[in-house]
């Protein structure tokens, strides 16, 4: 099967996490698309969080590196005339600043992390917070 690289965000917020109702598969995923030709994968996570949700966000200052690789196999798409193909997907951890109206009619929701289903968000949230608490950990020893 062809690939096609992608990018997403891991939007964290008092413990819960922003996700999209995937349009064709039903599953709440965390946003993200493709990357456009001009732009980063850590630029194309940002621009997709903010089109699919309304969220403008920024990187977080604990991950500002890829925070989860994941390579998944798409299924075949009729209504889009898409084949079956892999998305090889880089995930960012970023943190929300503004919520302004998303340009795609996606449904997002923030939901506890214990009430998410996706293996792959659970994995990433939990290597964020493990970022979350090195960082604190090693900022309190700093200020010490």
Known sequence: FPSHDTASGLVIQNDKVLLIRHPYIGKYFQPGGHIDDDETYLEAAIRE???????????????????????????????????????????????????????????AEWIEIGRVESPRVRRAFKKAMRLDQAANTSNSSVSS
């Open 49 to 107: 969080v903010h089109e699919e949700t309304g969220w403008i966000c920024v990187p977080s200052k604990e991950c500002g590196h890829v925070l989860d690789i994941d390579v998944h196999l798409i299924p075949e798409n009729a209504k889009k005339f898409e084949g079956a193909h892999w998305h090889i997907d880089l995930c960012y951890q970023l943190n929300p600043i503004e919520q302004t109206a998303a340009s795609e009619s996606l449904s």
